[in-house]
């Protein structure tokens, strides 16, 4: 059985290459989901969810995949 890590915001951003603000504003408005979170401060969201939503930034900003 393979546990997903946990992945925050932070390196969320990162893999996407996109800024906080973008960041949230794809949050505010779906296109990125809703975050697990613990209580207030403690948020993050699956790693297989985050892969999913990098090779789909991917194919939307035309970047090829670096294997």
Not at 42 to 48: I, K, P
């Amino acid at each position: 059985m393979q546990i997903d890590r946990r992945v925050r915001a932070k390196e969320f951003m990162q893999l996407l290459s996109i800024k906080k603000d973008v960041f949230y504003s794809l949050v505010r408005n779906g296109e990125i989901k809703q975050p697990v979170r613990i209580n207030k401060k403690d948020v993050f969201w699956h790693e297989s969810y985050v892969k999913q939503k990098v090779e789909e930034h991917k194919i939307e900003s035309g970047t090829l995949a670096c294997s």
